[in-house]
């Protein structure tokens, strides 16, 4: 992080005007796309619930087969989402400029088609099919503030790194699930995730240009600090170690920008 903010400023030094004025300050109204895939293989479970429907009556009735499939896979992909929010800005001078701001992020990991393999029934039965996982997506929802050092390096062009906290707003999986509907029997099929950490911190590196006319287009990587994961590793197959799952993401927004 040091080499980084040195680096930055050594930029700065070399840097032409930037387009807001110096000791003024802005609002940026921004919109945008993230595609985000965090690091280590995310765990998740699939719930498998069986239960028998009794004859001559009709109703449901606890058969006693039910379990949890436990998984971990490498099957990721990468999941898209959208951003949005606004951002304020002071510019110290015409290189060197300071950035607050506030958005909802979608974010999160997809996962596609994967097999859950047979659910085995007592007295010699035909296994159940519980057939494929199409593409489940662990759905994380934050609302972030990142906080950004803006270095003017040619024109409108700026360098930028800093920090960013993000609250956790929803933590959900969802999937596509096709079990076998078999007689006789009500087949439930549940997808879920380990339990999300409510806050999470990275740190976001990217770059920005500001058009004449208010226009701003901003890139950012971000990389997590620290666990995305409370809790759940144990239950849901990984190993002994504990890896831990950080995210990583790209976002690119547009924005206009409102010097005040």
């Known amino acids: 992080m040091k080499k980084l903010v040195l680096t930055l400023m050594l930029f700065c030094g070399l840097a032409a005007r930037a387009q807001q004025k110096p000791r003024t300050w ?35 009735h606890q058969a006693g087969f039910s379990m949890v499939r436990d998984m971990m896979t490498t099957a990721t992909a990468i999941k898209s989402g959208w951003a949005g929010g606004v951002e304020a800005q002071y510019q110290f001078n015409s290189r060197l400029g300071i950035s607050l ?12 088609n994967i097999a859950l393999g ?8 035909e296994p159940i099919k519980l057939g494929i996982a199409k593409q489940m997506n662990a759905k994380t929802d934050y609302i972030t503030m990142p906080i950004l050092l803006n270095c003017y390096v040619y024109k409108g062009l700026a360098l930028k790194v800093g920090l960013q ?9 969802q999937a596509d699930l096709d079990a076998e509907v078999r007689e006789g029997y009500w087949i439930k099929v549940q997808a879920g995730m380990a339990e999300v950490h409510k806050l999470d911190v990275t ?8 058009f004449p006319n208010g226009l701003m287009i901003d890139l950012r ?15 849901l197959g990984a190993r002994d170690d504990k890896p831990k799952s950080r995210t990583s993401m790209f976002q690119l927004t547009v924005g206009y920008k409102f010097e005040l």
């Open 118 to 125: 047979d659910e085995a029934l007592p007295d010699g039965q």
């Open 203 to 210: 740190v976001p590196v990217g770059l920005s240009y500001d």
């Open 165 to 173: 906290p993000a609250y956790n707003v929803v933590a959900e999986a």
């Open 221 to 235: 990587y971000h990389t997590g600090i620290g666990n995305l994961y409370s809790s759940g590793w144990e239950g």
């Open 101 to 112: 701001g506030a958005y909802y992020s979608q974010q999160g990991v997809r996962y596609d």
């Open 26 to 60: 802005s609002i940026t109204p921004k919109i945008g796309l993230n595609i985000s895939n965090p690091t280590n293989h995310p765990p998740f479970y699939v719930g498998t619930v069986i239960e028998e429907i009794i004859p001559n009556d009709g109703t449901i």
